[in-house]
């Protein structure tokens, strides 16, 4: 949350806009998947709603959260608002676990699999899996791998210099929700609770952004997961960097804003 903290002003000062908060700061502590999900129920189903209300709106909806389960309400939020959207989720984890598969019992590493429906988490809605771009993925649970396979998810990784290609080909020019979980980028480059080597270095992330948004409509961001370091010069330098592969998107975002002023 402290990610999000220093993000939030940055992004507000890019969009020329005022930020929501959802929910209540506490302490972290280690709960079952099953607490975790009942504690979290309403900011969850009020992420999913504000998506809902923004797009009802005419307006793009950019959330920046600590992990990944708002994935469980937003991106059904965000496909019901066209048939053709499609989700572009770029993560070094799959977060296609279920509570039968996951050796951790992490919520935080169930989220897409919820929202394509492969377990029921009990609010809201699911997405086709073949809609949704799986990409940058380098580290898999032996059974998540397998429910992945099984599935109609599209799913690109990290280690081929085609992954821009790929996710390009992939999208093939459909409007797209992105969601960006910053641990995609390579730990060498940038922090990571859970760090996976053989990631995308920030200019490689950047490419992607860009070619994405040349391509597709934008119908909105999500930014999860940004391990901010405890050191001031590290926790600034990472800062920058996280604004930095965000930027196409942004700037894609704030273009919208203008020719509807």
Request: hydrophobic share 40%; charged share 25%.
């Amino acid at each position: 949350m402290r990610g999000v903290d220093t993000l939030a002003p940055l992004v507000e000062a890019r969009l020329g806009t005022e930020a929501r908060s959802i929910g209540s700061p506490a302490e972290p502590r280690s709960v079952a998947w099953e607490e975790e999900l009942r504690e979290s129920r309403g900011c969850l189903l009020e992420a999913g709603g504000q998506v809902d209300d923004a797009l009802d709106a005419g307006r793009r909806p950019v959330l920046l959260a600590g992990n990944c389960a708002i994935g469980i309400t937003t991106l059904p939020s965000a496909l019901r608002h066209g048939r053709g959207i499609k989700v572009l989720w770029l993560d070094a984890h799959g977060d296609y676990n279920t509570p039968a598969t996951s050796a951790s019992g992490y919520l935080g590493g169930m989220p897409l699999a919820a929202a394509c429906g492969e377990w029921d988490a009990g609010l809201t809605d699911t997405v086709a899996p073949e809609r949704v771009v799986l990409a940058g993925v380098r580290d898999l649970d032996s059974e998540e791998r397998e429910l992945l396979e099984r599935s109609a998810v599209t799913v690109i990784g990290a280690s081929s210099v085609e992954t821009l290609v790929a996710v390009k080909n992939a999208l093939d020019g459909a409007p797209v929700f992105v969601h960006l979980d910053l641990d995609v980028i390579d730990p060498e480059h940038f922090p990571a609770e859970l760090p996976a080597p053989g990631g995308l270095t920030p200019d490689k992330l950047y490419d992607l952004a860009e070619a994405v948004v040349e391509d597709c409509e934008l119908v909105g961001l999500e930014v999860t997961a940004f391990e901010a370091p405890d050191d001031p010069a590290e926790h600034a330098a990472a800062a920058e960097t996280a604004m930095k592969v965000i930027e196409p998107f942004l700037d894609r975002l704030a273009s919208d804003r203008q020719s509807k002023q």
